[in-house]
């Protein structure tokens, strides 16, 4: 379980907190959804994400360590079997929370938390093979061919060319004033 917040806990005691969040995230793997205030959701956020981190990798160790928080093994076998190969692509993120506005009762701000299962969009997939395309061409101009002007050259060329082009229009100037002076002597 990650780091407790400083300040009061949910509940009461460190083991009453530890109790409702185990309670939490046992709900949320059964319904895939469910409605709680926005201190509980928040806090459950990161139990609930380590633990289908575990289901992804599958093995033994993952399985009782999750029996440790998630008393339930119909619910470990559904997080097991259902919700972490859904999850398999994505790489994190797999909660989603949503505010939903204030209970009627005693006006506690609430939120519903529920499990990501979209897959990952074809978007995502095709900004990570760019990335990889851009990485694999930096690797290959990275040893610059001696034929080819490199970027550096090339703003250096230009910088000349754009002053000899100023110069001349300030010189043009001072050229006709001189040529009209001459003609007004005359």
Do not use: W
């Not at 509940?11 to 926005?38: K, Q």
């Amino acid at each position: 379980m990650p780091t407790p917040t400083k300040g009061p806990r949910l509940g009461g005691g460190p083991a009453h907190e530890r109790h409702i969040l185990a309670n939490l995230a046992t709900s949320l793997f059964e319904h895939r959804r469910i409605t709680t205030t926005e201190t509980k959701a928040k806090r459950l956020r990161p139990l609930a994400e380590r633990l289908i981190t575990f289901a992804k990798r599958g093995d033994l160790a993952s399985r009782r360590r999750v029996l440790a928080t998630v008393r339930s093994k119909e619910v470990v076998h559904e997080l097991f079997t259902e919700i972490a190969p859904a999850m398999a692509e994505r790489q994190g993120g797999y909660t989603r929370i949503t505010k939903v506005g204030n209970r009627k009762g005693d006006n506690a701000p609430m939120a519903v938390i529920e499990l990501v299962m979209e897959p990952v969009s074809a978007k995502q997939a095709t900004v990570r093979e760019a990335e990889k395309a851009t990485k694999k061409s930096a690797a290959k101009t990275a040893e610059p061919v001696e034929d080819e002007p490199t970027a550096e050259e090339t703003p250096a060329e230009e910088t000349p060319v754009e002053e000899t082009a100023t110069e001349e229009t300030t010189e043009a100037p001072a050229e006709e004033s001189t040529e009209a002076a001459e003609t007004d002597k005359a």
